[in-house]
């Protein structure tokens, strides 16, 4: 038999733990688009004319929308490809690859991680067709204030 603190203890724990479990979980649908640029990674070059903000975007629209490991990884590959055109910089392009590779994942509380625009906790895997609708309302909004999809260049 257990001592009397023990069973206190298991069935404090016990009790804690669905008031734990339903804190975390969240309903809450996807959030309004918000991109930071080149999250932790300058935006342009500060030697040259080269800007590959634009690519961060685009990428931070699939990052915020999520979806399957298969999506991320197409995202990741078309900011390389972007961030090659843009600088014409292979090795800046490979850089920034292995970031969003390394750092990217949907398993890290980030405001950059996959999915970011869903409440944490939402791993890889298809959107539904509401869910869908619900990103293609939201990206709306955002191109109607931002149609270019240009950064914003920093005041001098």
């Not at 309903?27 to 690519?55: A, E, N, V």
């Not at 999506?71 to 990741?76: F, I, P, V």
């Not at 240009?150 to 005041?155: D, N, R």
Request: aromatic share 10%; net charge negative; hydrophobic share 40%.
């Amino acid at each position: 038999m257990q001592p009397i603190a023990t069973r206190l203890l298991h069935a404090a724990f016990a009790g804690a733990l669905p008031i734990f479990l339903s804190a975390c979980a969240s309903t809450q649908g996807l959030q309004p688009f918000s991109t930071d640029g080149c999250s932790l990674f300058p935006d342009r070059s500060l030697i040259s004319t080269s800007d590959w903000c634009g690519c961060c975007l685009a990428h931070d629209l699939a990052y915020w929308r999520g979806g399957t490991a298969e999506e991320r990884l197409q995202a990741d590959q078309d900011l390389k490809s972007c961030v090659l055109a843009a600088s014409g910089n292979a090795e800046l392009a490979d850089l920034m690859f292995l970031g969003v590779r390394t750092g990217g994942g949907p398993y890290f509380l980030t405001p950059y991680r996959w999915g970011y625009g869903w409440p944490f906790g939402r791993l890889y895997g298809p959107i539904s067709p509401t869910e869908e609708a619900q990103a293609a309302a939201l990206r709306a909004r955002y191109d109607s204030t931002n149609p270019a999809l240009v950064c914003a260049k920093e005041s001098p």
